[in-house]
């Protein structure tokens, strides 16, 4: 007798999950919720996944540790600046990237290996210079040849009358607030105007003991204060600028510095229009590699700091036209990619290494801070009239001014970027480290002269 023939189990169909109306609506905001670029859960994943490996001291103590934490952050940071009210009008981006991740560092906050990984790309890898060397060239080179030789020549006019404004003023504040002109002087006005810790503080600690006695180091805690403070203010002043360019733009060139003479703005660079090419970028790369050994190669002979002859090289070749149209281009977008990528993170790195809160706080009062915001607020505003006066759009004239109270490369890079006008980092390194030497130079005369 047969079987009956038993019909196959039927297996019950998955049901796909539904989600209620509020949960669509919840889990679609969340995917197109971003963190700068990247979308807000991935940029989480990321995170965790940085924060696990300095926790468990898996970091790796190299670029590639280095670029991971300061991207991360820097992300972050510019993002919030971008957003966050009254700080995304001042310069928000620039503050939050450069200040909070020095915070951090004065609180404790930041594993051992995450400060490890950061030191080894901003130091040992010297990261920094790369980048400035990276924009320097491109911008240079992708430059309108007829606004880099005005550029060149009319900057030093705001940039000197923006110097002894800022001297004038700062010294008359100073002494009306107490202090001595000798402090206010030495202490406050010449570490903020004197090019930055590496090219301006140390060089006069050094010439302050051998002059006064005493160890440098203290010299150096005395003077690094007024430097930060400064250039929180000159980050300040540079947010407020371009705010004022967005709501007015005929004072305006949008990172172009001089005018024509019909009033009208010189052409920007040549190559905005051109398609990337990716293998021109490696050459342009190399180039700016070849133009910092070159300054690096010739300093010690001829006497004049080697970013100086950088940028000094690399105009000579813009306009004498010696440096093929494709390695400019090249050059140029490559300045354009890295300054639009890498730019906040890099200012994580500095203020983690660069801004050391303990010494400020040592020193703040609020008659301090009087002085070093009258400081550059004066340097500020005689750049800008000046600049009108010479023919350049009065606001790049007042930005690159203003970078006289910058923490040297680290402070024009801050404020350049505060400020949207990257294009202007030749004539800000000029205003920067040539006014910076002039400063340590004249500062040195004088306190060997008045003493103590």
């Not at 204060?225 to 300040?236: Q, R, S, T, Y």
């Amino acid at each position: 007798m047969q079987k009956a023939i038993q019909p196959p189990l039927s297996v019950p169909e998955q049901q796909p999950v539904v989600l209620k109306q509020g949960e669509q609506g919840f889990v679609q905001k969340l995917l197109h919720l971003k963190v700068g670029v990247i979308p807000l859960p991935l940029y989480v994943v990321f995170a965790l996944i940085i924060f696990a490996a300095s926790v468990l001291g898996e970091l790796p103590n190299d670029m590639i540790g280095g670029f991971a934490v300061i991207i991360v952050l820097g992300v972050l940071l510019s993002d919030l600046g971008f957003k966050l009210p009254i700080l995304k009008n001042i310069g928000g981006p620039a503050i939050l990237s450069l200040m909070i991740p020095s915070f951090l560092v004065f609180w404790n906050v930041l594993d051992p290996s995450v400060l490890e990984s950061v030191n080894t790309l901003m130091k040992t890898s010297n990261f920094l210079y790369l980048y400035i060397s990276i924009l320097v060239a491109g911008s240079i080179t992708g430059m309108n040849r007829t606004t880099l030789i005005n550029g060149f020549i009319r900057i030093f006019i705001p940039m000197m009358a923006g110097t002894l404004a800022a001297v004038a003023a700062g010294l008359g504040v100073g002494m009306l607030l107490g202090y001595s002109a000798h402090r206010t002087l030495f202490y406050i006005i010449v570490p903020i105007i004197g090019g930055g810790v590496g090219e301006g503080i140390l060089p006069l600690s050094i010439a302050f003991s051998q002059i006064l006695g005493g160890e440098s180091g203290s010299y150096v805690a005395q003077m690094i204060p007024a430097a930060v403070i400064g250039n929180v203010f000159a980050i300040i002043g540079a947010g407020l600028l371009k705010r004022m360019a967005d709501k007015n733009p005929s004072i305006t060139g949008n990172g172009v510095l001089v005018k024509s003479k019909d009033g009208q703005k010189l052409a920007g660079s040549t190559y905005d229009s051109a398609k990337p090419d990716f293998l021109l970028m490696g050459a342009g790369l190399l180039f700016a590699c070849g133009l910092f050994i070159t300054g690096h190669l010739l300093s010690p002979f001829v006497g004049i700091p080697g970013p100086i002859l950088m940028i000094f090289a690399a105009a000579l070749l813009k306009i004498s036209k010696l440096l093929p149209s494709k390695i400019e281009q090249g050059a140029y977008q490559l300045y354009k990619l890295v300054s639009g990528t890498l730019t906040w993170p890099l200012m994580v790195g500095l203020g983690m290494l660069y801004i050391p809160l303990k010494d400020v706080a040592a020193l703040i009062s609020l008659p301090y801070i009087i002085v070093c915001a009258t400081v550059i607020v004066a340097m500020t505003i005689t750049g800008y009239f000046t600049g009108k006066w010479v023919n350049m759009y009065p606001v790049e004239a007042a930005i690159v001014t203003g970078c006289r109270g910058g923490l040297g490369g680290t402070g024009d890079v801050a404020i350049l970027s505060a400020s949207g006008r990257m294009e202007l980092m030749p004539f800000a390194q000029i205003s920067t480290r040539i006014g910076g030497a002039i400063t340590v130079v004249v500062a040195t005369l004088l306190i060997s002269v008045w003493g103590g």
